[in-house]
Nanobody, 125 residues
Framework: QVQLVESGGGLVQAGGSLRLSCAAS????????RAWFRQAPGKEREFVAA????????YYVDSVKGRFTISRDYAKNTVYLQMNSLNPEDTAVYYC??????????????????WGQGTQVTVSS
């Protein structure tokens, strides 16, 4: 059974940092793209960042460029999201996604076959 488990969320003050982790089990995703999305209350789930299967290509939504960094550890089958200079607009439940068969980055939710349960990130002003 495939599982994606996010961790690392929490409460942080504006300007602070958090690192999210998403560990996969049940199969390896070493060849396939991974991504982070987020969903704030009353809003749709939105793309945040993605990394290609090779790790050579990363892509970010404009609002997090220069503040967030996505990376992956193939040995641990884990993807990370380092979040710096957080602001209250970053408050959301963060979800990791994994493509089942494709290595290319996409920014839409339907492009990802597997999802974690989400981890709450709250940034206070």
């Amino acid at each position: 059974q495939v599982q994606l488990v996010e961790s690392g969320g929490g409460l942080v003050q504006a300007g602070g940092s958090l690192r999210l982790s998403c560990a996969a089990s049940g199969r390896t995703f070493s060849s396939y793209a991974r991504a982070w999305f987020r969903q704030a209350p009353g809003k749709e789930r939105e793309f945040v960042a993605a990394i290609s299967g090779s790790g050579a290509i990363t892509y970010y939504v404009d609002s997090v460029k220069g503040r967030f960094t996505i990376s992956r550890d193939y040995a641990k089958n884990t993807v990370y999201l380092q979040m710096n200079s957080l602001n209250p607009e970053d408050t959301a439940v963060y979800y990791c996604g994994a493509r089942g068969f494709m290595s290319e980055v996409v920014t839409i939710t339907t492009g990802y076959n597997y999802w974690g349960q989400g981890t709450q990130v709250t940034v206070s002003s």
